[in-house]
């Protein structure tokens, strides 16, 4: 497996622009064509200023635009060794989709249109104006219907811009076509477009389907069991014939930007049930697709599933493909109905987990799900015209090269550029004619470049060659291929190369954008700098440059010229120069490194006065540390700035967790804030048992800019691994094998593991770790090592003789502190299947707390009673996220969610309330208690005796007064006529009284403080 945690750190040096070429001048070898002498080409580093590099598109005058998918568009220009972010454009940005493509037109010098094909941040009518944050449920959340998922519509666009001259005016922006997707789950966008010879436009675009799908364990995703999100079923888009996704689609554009059909695409127009714009169908995840007018053909590589072994009820391993067809010849590729040479896939029942019948490719394959609405029947798909899968066994024997070139696991299919060799092309860095015809080829995850020898325009791939082995690269002392993301031809019949690196969803150290020149003689320099400094919070700023480590693949004098500024006019020369900047700004320092015969390498370094770049770090989980997928995992973010102090703003704190697959990963979730919990997927294993899968998190974090100098910004990341480590999955061994076995839990196991050899995993953090499950076959000792196979052992596991697999569990007390890299030794005797990783790890196992708050906060009556309706709430905290805050009102026997808004509570008489908070890990609080009384109603009282009328001064009342209450009961009930008190039932003669107006006045008070009067007016007259 290829981590390389070097990839984490961040880009400290500037790298050179311009690099040396591959050794001495070319002497050909007897029998080899000089075309494929290394030594005749020069990879020269054009800048390693790319962002999350996407895709490239070369001008006529060779200057580079290149995409990035956060929406920057950057522009670099080899003349001057210069790179600027030029547009940038506002992209919805979840998962894989953001900005993908850009292109030139055909006509471009003529029109000045550039193409861009990206995700809006903003949509219009009918889908809504904007996604939700976050990532869509895998099924229906309760009381939802399938109306739900409407909220999650989106589409990508392609649209294209007028070019100024050195940007695109974004306000020229015409919207040829709209490709709805289902945002906020991840993977498979493409979004590769060419141009054939009459005008017309394809474009590719992904299935728009998770490879983690829920039940497809690495098969076909068609789950379409009711309730589940319908992004997990790709029939929906690459298996439907009226739906954009999953093809590659053939339209021409009019002078408006709106768009006709050309005749000869898949599906006539008026054909219902389909949409006309088809010229291929049933593909996953065509990246890059090449239509080559001179050999009239359509190319294109495709991505596969991950199931690393075929299954008797399931179907094929996951095989990817490169294909080509001529271009008056629209077909169906297959997906996700079959792969490779029309190896079938079973129509799975999802929701039973049963097999069903099989499709048939051949005889055209039925399109049974739910969500289908174009037609049932589709016709009959093409074998690929090449496959392969992860070793040489999977595929013919003649096609061994495409796992073996480079081997190092994982599949990454990037389709390229045919070449066409221009004998009047006056460029000296232009490809010989050796390469004529031949179809490049590039592999993002097992980092090389091929070239096909292909039968135009239907094929068959008459040979293959690994085109600039990184084994020369590294003789020469240049940059390796890396993760090739794109590959393009320019009008000087160089090869452009865009290289992604080992690292995810970032500005990886290794990425960079490079050409590779084909030039026999004189190489051009490497032109290096070094600097003490590239930054400061003022003014001045003095920087020492530093070229002296810069090379030449030829001996002779080298001169050295500097440009601080970036103004254009060199200022200085030699090998070391000294430079003060007195103003606050952004500054490109370039070098210029000048041979003897008069070849000159550039670099540039930026240096920026006033602002310097946040410190971002992840200091919660441990880098390394271990968890179980499904399980959600407690983050805490530092940023420290030197300009904007230490509190950052916690809403402009990024995250990306992905699913991290062998050399590349999947964004899976994004979001925001210092801290909280990353969910991972559950479904994660769904990739297929055999691979090596685990998390990977990035951080980032913009300042707010200081003294007039844009924002900077700062980025931490890590890795997560599962419990469950495959011993074949290390990402680095010496001396074992790695052997199938279909009795392993992942269907490969470490063999000829003797002493000397070990496996090792980097990076790996033991925090809430105590022991190790090791499962073995044989007899002997394992030992565990710490950065280094001859480290004194920590842990030591120790297998007696026995059959079969045996679990044998080890203690980690002496467990290393810290992240480091894990080294498995062995004794000799041993088969290795695995190793589970025993305790929380980093995951969340802390419960969370929770406190209960009253509105009222205390009882507004008497003697501890409410007299209104008290509203509820329970605040919670955690290390992690809480999911839920509940009340119960029974006892404990049942919960209920807090309302948002709090709970109001208004039954009389004393309520006893528990309450309790759980965490995304589903981690329960300790159960709090509360009680209070509540009284909303006065006492009701009775008065007689009295009425209001007049008496004779010789008559007697006898007033009667009585009061009830339910609730709290009675405190008080007093009588009084004319303010005297009296007591009820008690006769009171009217002489006493006297004649005149009397009162009767009777008040009642209830314990929570209700009060109730009735007062009678009568008068007494003299008889």
Known sequence: MKRVSAALGALTAAAALVLTALGAPAQAHPGHDPATEWSSYEKITLTKNVGEPIDLAVLPDRRVLHTARNGDIRMTDPSTGITRVINTIPVYANSEDGLQTIAVDPDFEQNKWVYVYYAPKTMTAPYPETTPTGSAPNSLPPGEDESYWDRWKGYNQLSRFKWTGGALDLSTEQVIIKVEVQRGQCCHVAGDLDWDEAGNLYLATGDNTPAGTPGAAGYAPNNDAPGMNPGFDARRGAGNSNDLRGKILRVKVADDGSYSVPAGNLFAPGTAGTRPEIFVTGVRNPFRIDVDPGTGTLSWADYG????????????????????????????????????????????NFATSQPREWFDCAAGPRNTSRWNDGIEQLPPAVPADLYYGDNATHQPAEWAGLVDFEPQGGQGPMGGP???????????????????????????????????SVTHPDGPVTGIEHFL?????????????????????????????????????????????????????????????????????????TVAFDASTSTDAETGPLTYEWDFDGDGTFDATGATASHTYTDLGQYIARLRVTDSGGRAGLTSTEITVGNTAPDVTIRKPADGGFFDWGEPLPFTIGVTDAEDGDSPVCSRVQWTFGLGHDAHAHPETTGTGCSGAWPTPASAPEHGETENIFGVVVVSYRDNGANGVPSALGEDTLIVNPKLLQAEHGDASSGVTRTADDTASGKFKITSFDAGDWIAYDPVNFTGIDAVDTTVAGAGTLSLRWNSPTARPFATVRVPGGSGWRTVTTGLRRAPEGTGRLYVTSTGGLDVDSFGFQGDGVADATPPTARLTLDPAEPNGSRGWYKTNV???????????????????????????????????????????????????????????????????????????VEARRYGIGETIRPVFTATDATSGITTLKGRIDGDGIASGRPIPLSRLGAGEHELVVTTTDRAGHSVTRSVKFTVVAS
């Open 469 to 541: 082995p990184n084994s020369a690269l590294r003789t020469a002392a240049l940059p390796i291929t890396d993760s090739p993301m794109d590959i393009e031809f320019g009008p000087d019949g160089s090869l452009y190369v865009l290289d992604y690196g080992d690292g995810f969803f970032r500005a990886n150290p290794d990425a960079g954008l490079y050409r590779i020149d084909y030039s026999p003689d004189n190489k051009t320099p490497q032109a290096r700098i070094k600097v003490d400094r590239t930054s400061s919070s003022e003014a001045p700023l």
């Open 418 to 452: 045919i070449y066409n060799y221009d004998p009047d092309n006056p460029s000296t860095s232009k490809f010989p004619a050796y390469w004529d015809k031949k179809a490049f080829f590039a592999e993002f995850s097992q980092d090389y470049l091929a070239a096909f």
């Open 305 to 348: 599933p991950d199931a690393g072994t075929g299954d008797p009820q399931r179907g094929p391993l996951g095989y990817v493909e490169w294909n080509i067809t001529p271009i008056g010849q629209p077909m169906n590729s297959g997906w996700p109905y079959c792969t490779g040479d029309n190896f079938n896939y079973n129509d799975w």
């Open 871 to 945: 509203t509820v709430r329970v605040d919670a905290s955690d290390d992690g996220a809480v999911s839920a805050r509940q009340y119960s009102l029974d006892g404990g026997a049942t919960w209920v969610n807090v309302p948002t808004a709090g709970l109001v509570l208004g039954a009389e008489g004393e309520t006893r309330i528990r309450y309790r908070a759980v965490d995304s890990a589903g981690n329960l609080s300790e159960v709090g208690r509360a009680k209070f009384k509540i009284d909303k109603t006065a006492p009701v009282l009775s008065v007689s005796g």
